[in-house]
Nanobody, 116 residues
Framework: EVQLVESGGDLVQAGGSLRLSCAAS????????IGWFRQAPGKEREGVSC????????YYADSVKGRFTISRDNAKNTVYLQMNSLKPEDTAVYYC?????????WGQGTQVTVSS
């Protein structure tokens, strides 16, 4: 059974930082591009960043480029998202999953709230 457990979200002031973690199990983690997604109230879920296992190739959405850093630890089946210089528009529930197609289920997500 696929399990994705996101953690690390919090309430922070604009300009602050957070580090999100996603612990994955139930599938061969190394074989998948893993990404972070977010969904703000009233908006569709959007892709934020992803990282490929084989060569470490990384993608960032323009809205987070230069502020967010994605990384993964295949030994721990975990992917991270370091978020710096946070803005109120980063407020959302953040999820991890395979990229671009999800694994058929989603975790509960972790809430990030950035106050102005």
């Amino acid at each position: 059974e696929v399990q994705l457990v996101e953690s690390g979200g919090d309430l922070v002031q604009a300009g602050g930082s957070l580090r999100l973690s996603c612990a994955a199990s139930g599938f061969t983690f190394d074989n998948y591009v893993i990404g972070w997604f977010r969904q703000a109230p009233g908006k569709e879920r959007e892709g934020v960043s992803c990282i490929r296992s084989t060569d470490g190739r990384i993608y960032y959405a323009d809205s987070v480029k230069g502020r967010f850093t994605i990384s993964r630890d295949n030994a721990k089946n975990t992917v991270y998202l370091q978020m710096n210089s946070l803005k109120p528009e980063d407020t959302a529930v953040y999820y991890c999953n395979s990229w671009p197609r999800d694994l058929g289920s989603w975790g509960q997500g972790t809430q990030v709230t950035v106050s102005s």
